[in-house]
Every structure is written in C-alpha cells, then in structure tokens.
C-alpha cells in the first residue's frame, strides 16, 4: 500500500453523503458506544487508546466533547500533551506518555500525543534527522508493546483541516465570547508553518503506520464526528466482549 499523502486527501466529506442523516446515524453510534464502553470496562481484558492529532483548530477538542462526552467518565481518561516540563524533560521523550497509557478495562484519549515529539521539534529544528529517525523506531516499539503485553487497541487520527477552514475557525476564537478562551496569538505563527507541518505529517504517516492512521476530513465537524464514532464502534465491536458472570464465592 502506498503511503498516504495528505495532498491527495479531501478535507471535506463526500459529496454525495447526506448531513442529516449522517448526524442521525452519529447518533445510533454514539447509543451503541456506551454499551461497549460498559462491556469494556466490565469484562476488564482489553483497553483502548485513541489518538488525535491534527492542526491547531482542527477540532479536536471538538471530537472529545461530542463523540466521547457521553460517555461513563469512569472509564475514559483524556491527557493533552504540551510542551514538556522541566521534570519530563529530563526523561525519554515516551516518559510522560506512558505513564498514562491505558489500564484494561479503560479507553484513554490522547488531545496530541507522543507524535508532537517528531512533528512540532522536527519543524522547529530543535531535533535533527538522525534523533527523528531514532524517535520513529522508539514509537513503532512502543505501540507494538502496548498492542502485544497489554492487549490494548490503538486509533490514531488525523483530523484533516484546511487552511482556509483552519484561518476561519483561528479568527472565530477572536470574535466569539466563548471561544476567546482558547485564542493563541503562537497559533497564526504555527498556521505559516503549515507546508512543513505537511511534510512532517506525511513522513510521520509512512515510518509510523505500523498500526494504521486514519485520515478524517474535517472541515465539516458532522462528518468528522461521524468518521471517529463509527471507527470506535466497530473496533469495540470486533473484540466480542461479553459480561462475565456470577463470581464464585471463596
């Protein structure tokens, strides 16, 4: 399979795919999420790790609130990655990661992940080639460790924005009240970086694809949502949890 290149990736859904019936179908998912939640968190032999990584105002947040806000917050943990602390500076770059790796039983959210570590560093130039060739490796290690010793499931998503989407929703965060909050005069710096995050994205795509990305256009929320629930469902499906029984007294 040849590798993905974001270029030859519409942002936008389908043409031909209905929005209210899409938001409908979103819906039925988003019912059958919390019964494979609760088989999940119940049956206690599997656990689930999803990865968003995207531009800034790509949605992600957006993806957290709607498709897993829902959800029993007992068993689902979101951890958003920044730029790292003195304390995880002085660790590998997969301290802080997994350190909040998912337990059994539990679906952990990743708003940026361990990928910021070969995508924001390598565009800066504060790593070079040879670290980033080094970080590749370490990351395919460590998704494969965690699939293999831990039985954990891993999504990884692109949220795939374009730039005029990207420049709309960056201004919005200027204009409305309650999106004032997350304005960052940095994020319209990072926006002129956007051909270099392009390339590290789609070297990312190649080197780490051992467990696969999935591309979701997302200039129109409706669709991205839809994209993500329904991958999250069917995975969950595939595992053929069942409820364990009565335990037997001692």
């Not at 909040?100 to 679906?107: D, S, Y």
């Amino acid at each position: 399979m040849p590798p993905l290149k974001l270029s030859k990736v519409s942002t936008k859904a389908p043409a031909k795919l209905d929005k209210d019936h899409t938001k409908a179908d979103t819906q039925k998912i988003l019912e059958e999420l919390d019964e494979l939640q609760n088989l999940l968190f119940a049956e206690h032999k599997h656990s689930l790790l999803v990865v968003l990584q995207g531009m800034d105002a790509s949605g992600k947040d957006g993806v957290i609130r709607n498709v897993f806000g829902k959800l029993n917050p007992q068993g689902v943990q979101v951890y958003s990655f920044k730029a790292p602390t003195d304390e995880e500076k002085n660790h590998d770059f997969l301290w802080r990661i997994h350190k909040v790796a998912p337990g059994k039983g539990n679906i952990v959210l990743f708003n940026r992940s361990h990928y910021e570590d070969v995508l924001v560093q390598r565009v800066h130039k504060w790593i070079d080639k040879p670290v980033v060739k080094k970080r590749f490796a370490a990351i395919n290690d460590f998704e494969r460790m965690l699939e293999a010793h831990n039985d954990t499931r891993i999504l990884k998503f692109y949220l795939h924005i374009s730039p005029e989407e990207q420049q709309q929703r960056l201004k919005e965060r200027m204009q409305d009240p309650r999106k004032m909050w997350k304005y960052n005069a940095n994020d319209f710096e990072e926006a002129k970086l956007w051909d270099e995050y392009r390339k590290a994205y789609d070297d990312v795509f190649e080197q780490c694809n051992e467990v696969p990305w999935t591309i979701v256009p997302a200039d129109q929320n409706w669709y991205k949502e839809y994209v993500i629930a329904k991958t999250v469902r069917d995975t969950l499906v595939k595992l053929k949890m069942a409820y364990p029984g009565l335990k037997k007294s001692q």
